[in-house]
């Protein structure tokens, strides 16, 4: 087969670091599957900078925080502490977050922001009622309101995604909390927030319509032509206050509701004129979902795609429907692990202020799944705008605090390499007849998941390798196609031998990352080995 179609012909059949089902498909390829005994061969990824997905945007790699346990309160807000500033905001945590890079937070919620007055958190803070928040069963002080949070990620460095309540609350109410945010001055709820003390407008920019109207579980919870025609309504309401806003309608809560896909299309079909993006969530199980088994687990990521692609197919066939020219994009604006800490005490604030709620604590496993989940919103950037990963304080969290301090959870890692790594445009990686191992329900699953991306402006190629093999290490070759291999400037890796090893205030670096192997390049080929249970990130300068 000529080289280009061979090219082509792979890049139809394999979808970045998914397998293709290599034996049937790609007959005398060899295949390098491992059998015991026998030394794997090296999986070749080719790699062009000149095949970009589109820019990246730095809100894919966004983050959330809820007015939930402790991650406003006691978490980024404790101004009975000794390391909090002026304002309450805990300075160890604020330093933490503008470190890591946040670009944007969600808030206040969340299932929290379905029963939400943002009127009950603005103004004289001795004013402010004490509410039930009935979502979690707490009581929510109000000391720490929409200005706060403003000001706070203002600080942090982040914009901020503001979540509006669509299930007790009204479009009005929603439009007003537009004028308040984003009016300079001359009206009723622009001079409010000015008699609140803030003379310059926050311009808020992205708002999501509601939160999981689909899910039983959420106060107000509608239909979903009832929730299209109320979105419909509340934008068409905060537009006429902003018409720059960029406004995301309630998507399906997960991919296991009833009504999943089914709900996104009825929302659309009453709503797409008025929307720029649907929202996606996801929480991802080692109990249930994968009976424990690593393996599978570790291959979760690869049902992010499918959502994804699934989702689209779904905005582009109302589109096609509706003849619009406007293309939607999508807010994966809450993915996570999550199974541990998701049901009786841990979910009932039992009526406190800041109870100890959703303490995931992260093992290995889990945080190499998170580099999975990094892979997979890479790969689907072209299509993916805003990722939140869900939560980033003390709740399913990679930050922890206690009165004395903070520490990272294994989680934290992956994600902080994304920020840190990710930049320019994620890359059509070509991982050529991966070896695979099977697992039920899904396709034949590659040991490998690569994800790349390119930066243009300083010609840096970034390379975010799972290695999902628990046994094994793996050798990759790279091909440097159009080309060559620019100056090796990071090599770093998360793995152990123990996939249940976490990190806790008593052993904090137990989990850590670790300089990964060199790699050695040769021409346009470079080497690299990666350790079984691993997630790995190389960065290569411009090449000369
Ligand atoms: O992030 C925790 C909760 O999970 C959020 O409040 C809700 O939107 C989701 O179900």
């Known amino acids: 087969m000529p080289r280009n179609s061979r090219r082509r012909f792979l890049q139809q059949a394999s ?4 397998a293709v089902a290599a034996p049937n498909i790609l007959g005398t390829l060899a295949l390098a599957q491992t059998t015991a005994g026998s030394a794997p061969q090296p999986i070749r990824v080719d790699i062009d900078s000149r095949r970009r997905l589109a820019p990246l945007d730095r809100n894919l790699f966004g983050s959330f925080l809820e007015h939930l346990g402790r991650a406003i309160y006691e978490g980024i807000y404790d101004p009975g502490s000794n390391l909090s500033d ?53 009581t929510d002080t109000n000391q720490f309101g929409i200005n706060e949070f403003l000001a706070w990620s203002k600080l942090a460095g982040s914009q901020p995604l503001l979540g509006l309540n669509l299930g007790t609350g009204t479009p009005e109410s929603a439009a007003a909390l537009v004028e308040y945010c984003n009016i300079d001055k001359g009206t009723r709820w622009s001079d409010l927030r000015r008699k609140h003390g803030v003379a ?8 999501c319509l509601g939160n999981e109207m689909d899910g039983p579980w959420q106060i107000g919870h509608m239909s979903a032509t009832e929730y ?31 009504t999943y896909l089914e709900w996104d299309r009825e929302v659309l079909e009453q709503c797409y004129d ?39 197919a779904v905005c582009d066939m109302v589109r096609g429907r509706r003849r619009s020219p406007k293309k939607l994009w999508l807010s994966f604006d809450e993915w996570n692990v ?18 100890h709620l959703l ?17 997979s919103l890479l790969r689907n950037s072209d299509r993916v705008r805003i990722g939140c990963l869900a939560q980033l304080i003390n709740v399913i969290a990679p930050i922890m605090t206690n009165a004395s301090g903070l520490y990272r959870q294994t989680i934290f890692y992956p994600y902080s390499w994304a920020l840190q790594y990710a930049h320019g445009a994620a890359l059509e990686v070509l991982v050529e007849t991966p070896p695979t191992y099977d697992v039920e329900g899904m396709d034949p699953v590659s040991y490998i998941d690569v994800a790349g991306t390119s930066n243009p402006a300083d010609g840096s190629t970034a390379l975010f390798v799972l290695n999902r093999d628990l046994a094994k290490p793996r050798q990759l070759e790279i091909n440097w196609e159009g080309q060559g291999a620019g100056q090796l400037v990071a090599a770093v890796v998360l793995t152990g031998t123990d996939l249940k090893a976490s990190n806790g205030f008593d052993a904090p670096q137990k989990v850590a990352p670790q300089v990964a192997d060199k790699p050695v ?24």
Not at 200 to 207: A, F, I, L
Not at 362 to 367: G, K, T, V, W
Not at 525 to 536: D, L, M, N, W
Request: proline share 6%; with cysteine.
């Open 359 to 375: 303490e995931e604590v992260y093992n290995l496993e889990d945080a190499l799944l998170v580099g999975g989940l990094i892979n």
């Open 338 to 355: 999550w199974y541990r800490a998701r049901s009786g005490p841990a979910v009932d604030g039992n009526k406190q202020t800041a109870p």
């Open 200 to 207: 310059d407008p926050w311009n808020v920019k992205t708002w």
């Open 521 to 544: 390049t040769n021409g346009n080929r470079t080497k690299i080995e990666v350790p079984p249970r691993s997630y790995s990130v190389f960065q290569w300068g411009k090449a000369v």
């Open 228 to 258: 299209g025609e109320k979105a419909t309504d509340a934008a068409r309401q905060m537009h006429y206050v902003d018409p720059t806003l960029k406004l995301i309608a309630c998507g399906s809560s997960n991919t296991n509701m009833p």
């Open 86 to 138: 002026a304002n309450g905001f805990r300075k160890d945590v604020l330093d933490e977050v503008r470190k890591l890079g946040v670009p944007i937070i969600r808030y206040p919620g969340g299932n929290f922001v379905s029963g939400y007055h943002w009127q009950d958190g603005v103004g004289p803070k001795a004013d402010r009622p004490r509410v039930l928040d009935k979502a979690w069963n707490t």
């Open 274 to 312: 008025y929307v720029d993006a649907i929202s996606l969530h996801r929480y991802y199980d080692n109990s249930k979902e994968t009976g424990g088994a690593s393996s599978k687990f570790l291959a979760l990521n690869l049902t992010m795609d499918k959502q994804i692609s699934e989702v689209a």
């Open 15 to 18: 979808v970045a670091g998914m």
